[in-house]
C-alpha cells in the first residue's frame, strides 16, 4: 500500500515495499468489510510463520466489525482505541498459549510462546499490506474480560488485536484520531539497537 498521507521513514527507502509502505493506520473506512478469501488469505500469513520447535503457540480469534466477536470486543476498548478500531474491517485478537493444557499438552518451549506469536502477528500484516489494505495492532483493551467472554482457556493469554481494513477520510472522524496518524513517525539510531563486538558497541558498516 502506497499511501501519500503518511509521514516520511527516514532509512526505510530501500526496504522492500510492503515493510517500507506498512504503518499503522488509524482512519479505516468504515464501509469496507473483508471477505472470507481475504480472512483466510492473512490467517494463512499467520500459520506459515516460523516458530520455535514448530510449536505454533498461536491462536486468533476473528472479529469482522458486526459480528458477536466484534461485540464483545468493543465493549472492552480502552477510551484511546475505542474511536478508531471499530471502523475497521475486522480485528484478529491474538492469543498465545504459555502453559501446558491440563493434559499436558503445550508449547515445546513456553519462553518463547510471545516471540512466536509475534512473529506470526508480523506475517499477518505484512500479508494485510501485500494485499492493499492496512492493519493496526493494539493492546490497549480489556483482555481478562475479553478472554472470559469468548472461552479463551487459562494456559492461553489474550495480547493484542490487530485491526485491519483500508484507509479512510481523515476529515470524516473525530481531529483527535485524524491527528493520531499524522504523528511524526520515530525510530531509535541504528547504533541504539545494533551492536557488533560486545553489547553497547554499536555496528558500524
Ligand atoms: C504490541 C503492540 C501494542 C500496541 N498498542 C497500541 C494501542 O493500544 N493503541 C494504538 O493506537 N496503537 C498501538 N500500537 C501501535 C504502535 O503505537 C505503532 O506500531 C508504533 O507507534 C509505530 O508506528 P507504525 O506502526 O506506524 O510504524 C501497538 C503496537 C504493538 C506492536
Do not use: C
Not at 494485499?131 to 467472554?149: N, R
Not at 493469554?157 to 496518524?181: F, K, L
Not at 504523528?183 to 539510531?189: A, L
Amino acid at each position: 500500500m502506497s499511501d501519500p498521507l503518511r509521514a516520511p521513514m527516514p532509512g526505510a527507502e530501500s526496504l522492500t515495499d510492503h515493510l517500507r509502505d506498512r504503518w499503522s493506520v488509524s482512519v479505516f473506512e468504515p464501509t469496507h468489510t473483508l471477505d472470507d478469501t481475504e480472512i483466510e488469505l492473512l490467517l494463512r500469513a499467520a500459520q506459515w510463520a516460523p516458530s520455535a520447535g514448530n510449536g505454533q503457540p498461536w491462536g486468533y480469534l476473528v472479529a469482522p466489525r458486526g459480528s458477536a466477536t466484534h461485540d464483545v470486543l468493543l465493549a472492552h476498548l480502552s477510551r484511546g482505541n475505542s474511536g478508531w478500531v471499530p471502523r475497521a474491517s475486522a480485528v484478529f485478537i491474538t492469543v498465545a498459549q504459555t502453559a501446558p493444557d491440563p493434559d499436558g499438552n503445550g508449547p515445546k518451549w513456553p519462553t518463547y510462546s510471545y516471540y512466536d506469536l509475534g512473529q506470526s502477528a508480523a506475517h499477518l500484516t505484512i500479508q494485510a499490506a501485500a494485499m492493499g489494505l492496512a492493519a493496526h495492532q493494539f493492546a490497549g483493551f480489556d483482555h481478562a474480560a475479553v478472554g472470559e467472554a469468548l472461552g479463551v482457556p487459562e494456559w492461553w493469554q489474550v495480547m493484542t488485536g490487530i485491526a485491519v481494513g483500508v484507509h479512510g477520510d481523515p476529515a470524516s472522524v473525530d481531529p483527535v484520531d485524524a491527528e493520531r496518524e499524522q504523528r511524526e513517525r520515530i525510530r531509535k539510531p541504528l547504533t541504539e539497537i545494533a551492536y557488533a563486538g560486545g553489547w553497547g558497541q554499536p555496528w558500524r558498516r
